[in-house]
């Protein structure tokens, strides 16, 4: 279930987000057998017309209990449970033998990373002194300047302030890297949270405040001093957060494309030592051009660095680095980190030690174990099969195109050249990572933590003006995900995500092209042509390719999209927000019909087998796809979700789309009426 998509570098906290594993209780760790079609898993009792998504999965939620430890449960937990199973492994292994490999090899780091996080002990020992001298670096901060130096240093080291840089494709010219500067900085996990009005939110800023307030307690502040500097944390997190654009106005590409020159950011922002900044973080040469993502946020930044009080400035870097370390630290920080974020989470526990140290070390260094990880789960038959799947899938994409009434020879042509264009990457890179200049040490695991984010910040800090590294991978190999990449016109499906219940290049035609063909490539295939991506052309500029009409005939009909997944419940009266889940939704949409079209190609090429387990190839196909959507999940999760997730709640990921499709009706012998059969006058005319 690819639950993310690019857009530039803002989310990339998403994918770790929602890595969430499984069923099973977690103490248990013998994960069951997963199937792209299970049958035990259908709900007799509900009809496939009323509700496909209980049909499909109504057996295993009747028997589901989320475990403590987990916000939710399903599909991502059961694929990642069995994935972790096989890191851990390679990880005890690397841990265990670290001081027999050569030092200065990777095996040697990745082993001295794991086994120094895996050290609960002399965590508990150290307490904060891990941080001691970042903490005193910020007390030494007296001027502006100083301030601009500071703030550049923690960025370095992976501390998440005011503003984001980090180069990434240039929008004009997707052949080279540009200077990014994007909003950031907040605490909460939205916007909204600070600007949001009522009961609900005055508590979550409230509890904030008191949670900066405990962290700084822990840290050794007085209570008074702790109280004063919490109050100065929120009111400038809260001026950040009205400076910020929404999560659904950065959704459009345009909005976040903003070519400027140096000089122009001097006059945007004329308060900040820019070239300072600049020299601080890293970079060799001067920046000539950037693009600055949030030009009216940057514009505010300059105003507050110079007329916050330096205190409140100190107050902030103190607690941003606190909360970005917090997880490594003795247990009461550990626990009042992770007590503040259950409200957003709705876990119960926190995750054992072992699980939090695989994911951030797949998460840091993930290509440092992800050649042994794939020789371990992947073979060349599944690659070979996956990638014929894919290949299915973008001819019948291509066959849509052209049978399109709606749209004019022009566009179609574009349309066609970019779809041609579109690369993929399936199961793992060609070139790995060199950690060679990487440096680790036993000791402090914050240390080695701080190296490693150092390590991947000198990596690419020089990039602007260098050409694009089109062979480097944005995700790990074991993780259960998948992305498309406008910028880049490439998707992306890591081993960890080509394997059951996603695909199984065992199981039959009708099973894979629903799972995989449907929920995974045929979804970021169309993510290309969703509502962001169709701003991009075959090479990754920002060009418009469209004829007008053409254009207005596509938002009129995704706004058939937008009005559908308005009228469904996200959680208690909660509405699913249809503008932001747009682009999920269409990709959802465009992925069932064109993995239905691939589906009878590979039909006809492959045979039609009879039914299998009491069903239709086309009966299959549609389990495939909404039992990928197969999940369980707590409302806190889902309350916070429809403020910063993009995809809609996982039941209507199954059902939106179905309702939609003439042949699900047909397969399943819905009628007019039934509430899994839209009126064709609402189902959108798109791809
Ligand atoms: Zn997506």
């Known amino acids: 279930m690819p639950r993310r998509i690019v857009v530039q570098p803002l989310l990339a906290a998403l994918a770790v987000l929602l890595l969430t594993p499984i069923n099973a209780p977690a103490q248990s760790a013998v994960p069951i057998p997963l199937k792209v079609v299970d049958i035990r898993w259908i709900d007799t009792t509900t009809s496939a017309c009323t509700d496909f998504f209980q049909y499909a999965n109504g057996a295993w939620l009747a028997r589901d209990t989320i475990p403590a430890d987990y916000s939710s449960s399903g599909v991502a937990r059961d694929m990642s449970d069995i994935n972790e199973l096989v890191v851990r492994s390679l990880l005890d292994d690397a841990a265990a033998r670290r001081n027999s490999f050569p030092v200065g090899s990777t095996e040697r780091k990745l082993g001295t990373f794991y086994g120094s996080c895996m050290d609960s002990t002399a965590a508990e020992t150290a307490g904060i002194a891990p941080l001691k001298g970042w903490l005193a670096g910020i007390d030494s901060v007296k001027t502006r300047a100083g301030l601009i130096r500071r703030i550049a240093t923690l ?9 984001d840089y980090s ?57 008074a001093a702790a109280d004063r500097d919490a109050g100065l944390v929120m009111v400038l997190e809260t001026e950040l957060a009205y400076a910020s654009m929404t999560q659904l106005e950065e959704r459009d590409p345009a909005a976040t494309d903003h070519p400027t020159s140096m ?59 606190l909360t970005r370390y917090a ?42 174990l992800g050649e042994t990880y794939v020789a371990r789960t992947f073979p060349p038959e599944a690659r070979d099969r996956a990638r014929s799947v894919i290949r299915d899938i973008r001819a019948a994409f291509g066959e849509r195109i052209r049978h399109l009434a709606w749209m004019s020879d022009s566009t179609k042509a574009h349309a066609l050249t970019k779809l041609n264009a579109m690369s993929e990457k399936i199961g793992y890179p060609d070139k790995w990572r060199d950690y060679s200049r990487l440096q680790s040490s036993e000791g402090p695991f914050i240390r080695n ?32 995900n998948a992305y498309y990449d406008p910028s880049k016109n490439e998707m992306v499906f890591p081993a960890g995500a080509l394997v059951p219940q996603t695909f199984d290049p065992k199981a039959d035609d009708g099973g894979n092209y629903g799972a995989l063909g449907g929920s995974w490539a045929g979804h970021e295939l169309t993510h290309g042509f969703d509502d962001q991506g169709r701003h991009y052309d075959e090479a990754g500029n920002l060009r418009d390719w469209w004829v007008p009409a053409d254009s207005v005939h596509f938002t009129e009909q995704a706004e058939l999209i937008v009005r559908q997944f308005n009228e469904y419940i996200q959680v208690d009266t909660i509405h699913v927000n249809g503008e932001l889940t747009l682009g999920e939704n269409l990709a959802d ?61 996982d039941r209507w990921r199954a059902n939106g789309p179905l309702a939609n499709t003439p042949a699900f009706a047909a397969a399943f012998g819905c009628k007019p009426g039934d509430p899994m059969v839209r009126p064709p006058e609402l189902i959108p005319q798109i791809w």
């Open 449 to 480: 933590l701080a190296r490693v984010r150092r390590f991947e910040w000198e990596r690419v800090v020089n990039r602007p003006g260098q050409p694009v590294d089109k062979t480097e991978w944005d995700i790990t190999m074991p993780t259960v």
């Open 589 to 649: 949409f465009g992925g069932v019909l064109t993995a239905y079209d691939a589906l009878q190609r590979a039909l006809e090429r492959n045979g039609r087998p009879g039914l299998i387990e009491g069903f239709t190839p086309e009966q299959r196909y549609f389990l495939g796809y909404a039992q990928t959507w197969r999940t369980n999940i707590r409302d806190e999760r889902l309350r916070s979700l429809v403020k910063l997730d993009p995809h809609a709640p």
């Open 167 to 223: 180069p990434a494709v240039d929008p004009h010219d997707s052949d080279h890297y540009i200077a990014w500067l994007s909003q950031g900085g907040l605490g909460l996990p939205a916007r909204d949270y600070y600007t949001d009005i009522g009961a609900e939110a005055d508590s979550t800023r409230q509890a904030y405040v008191e949670h900066i307030s405990r962290m700084f307690t822990l840290a050794g502040a007085s209570r």
């Open 155 to 163: 960025q370095k080291d992976g501390v998440d302030l005011i503003f």
């Open 263 to 321: 000089e122009e950011l001097r006059t945007l922002a004329p308060q900040v030592p820019w070239p300072l900044y600049f020299r601080t973080a890293g970079l060799t040469a001067p920046v000539s051009r950037l693009n600055v993502a949030a030009p009216a946020f940057v514009h505010r930044v300059g105003e507050l660095l110079e007329t916050l009080p330096l205190n409140q400035w100190r107050a902030y870097l103190r607690y941003h680095l």
């Open 327 to 368: 997880g490594w630290l003795s247990s009461p920080i550990v626990d009042e980190d992770f007590r503040f974020n259950t409200r957003f989470t709705g876990a119960k526990l926190l995750l054992p030690r072992w699980k939090r140290c695989l994911r951030t070390t797949d998460y840091t260094m993930g290509e440092a």
